[in-house]
């Protein structure tokens, strides 16, 4: 069983930088991508970014050049580095982990992933 721990959401100002982590445990070596979703009030989950096994990265049109997916595969963890925030960018952040293949059109829709964290706020103030 894996298990997802989110951590690094907080408050911060329109322009503003947080890192988010992931820490994960349990079967890593079963692990074929990670990534991290996001849902605010009224919205559907929206995928954010994605990090395959092979080191291969995806982002939303949305973040893109703004979001940084990374891991440290030697500690288990993937970051999610956020800069020029935007009050749009508010939300329930989740990691969530898949370990089976997937298409490549598929590495942001939700039903391709089978562990969920249970998320960190983040808040991006005007």
């Known amino acids: 069983q894996v298990q997802l721990v989110e951590s690094g959401g907080g408050s911060v100002q329109s322009g503003g930088s947080l890192r988010l982590s992931c820490e994960e445990s349990g079967y890593s070596y079963s692990i074929k991508a990670m990534a991290w979703f996001r849902q605010g009030p009224g919205n559907e989950r929206e995928g954010v970014a994605v990090?395959?096994?092979?080191?291969?990265?995806h982002y939303a049109d949305s973040v893109k050049g703004r979001f940084t997916i990374s891991q440290d595969s030697a500690k288990n963890i993937v970051y999610l580095q956020m800069n020029s925030l935007k009050p749009e960018d508010s939300a329930m952040y989740v990691c969530?982990?898949?370990?089976?293949?997937?298409?490549?059109?598929?590495?942001?829709?939700?039903?391709?992933?089978?562990?969920w964290g249970l998320g960190t706020q983040v808040t991006v103030s005007s």
């Open positions: 969530a982990a898949a370990d089976r293949p997937m298409l490549r059109s598929w590495v942001l829709q939700s039903h391709a992933y089978d562990y």
């Open positions: 990090i395959e096994s092979d080191g291969s990265t």
